[in-house]
């Protein structure tokens, strides 16, 4: 009886409480898809960020959304300059770009971002370029440490 418990319990539950991200199914597909997608606009990533709900910033959809912001400012760097001064008092979109720097992410596009913010930063942002660099080389000090001395 029990092992007829066991294997009803596991086909059931796996089908019955996981939603593939990418079925329209789960609960947070919706509030993070502009956040996930590079070809959004900053004023529309801004937008959901504003509305992004504490528990879709996790596993995949984190991912997803740290993925995107960093490869868009590496692309777009005036464009989320020009919304960062314009939201200057925002506490929505930049502490969420804070948390999107970490270890997931591609090195090259972090790299990037961080010789913008180190290079290219206007005056009136450079507190928040700062608090970029910081996140960057506490999230990734190590290696580029290790690339400049070639170790």
Request: with cysteine; aromatic share 10%; glycine share 6%.
């Amino acid at each position: 009886m029990k092992k007829i418990l066991a294997t009803f319990l596991y086909l059931l539950v796996p089908t019955a409480f996981a939603a593939s991200p990418a079925t329209g199914h789960h609960p947070c597909e919706k509030e993070t898809a502009a956040l996930m997608e590079i070809s959004s606009s900053w004023s529309t990533m801004y937008s959901a960020a504003q509305v992004l709900p504490k528990r879709c910033f996790d596993g995949y959809f984190a991912e997803g959304i740290s993925d995107a912001l960093v490869r868009k400012m590496g692309q777009d760097w005036p464009g989320f300059i020009l919304l960062v001064e314009e939201h200057a008092g925002d506490s929505h979109f930049f502490p969420l770009v804070l948390r999107s720097i970490n270890q997931t992410l591609n090195p090259d596009d972090v790299a990037k971002v961080k010789d913008l913010a180190e290079h290219s930063c206007p005056a009136q942002t450079s507190v928040k370029c700062l608090g970029l660099l910081k996140t960057i080389n506490a999230e990734f000090g190590g290696y580029f440490r290790q690339r400049v001395h070639g170790s």
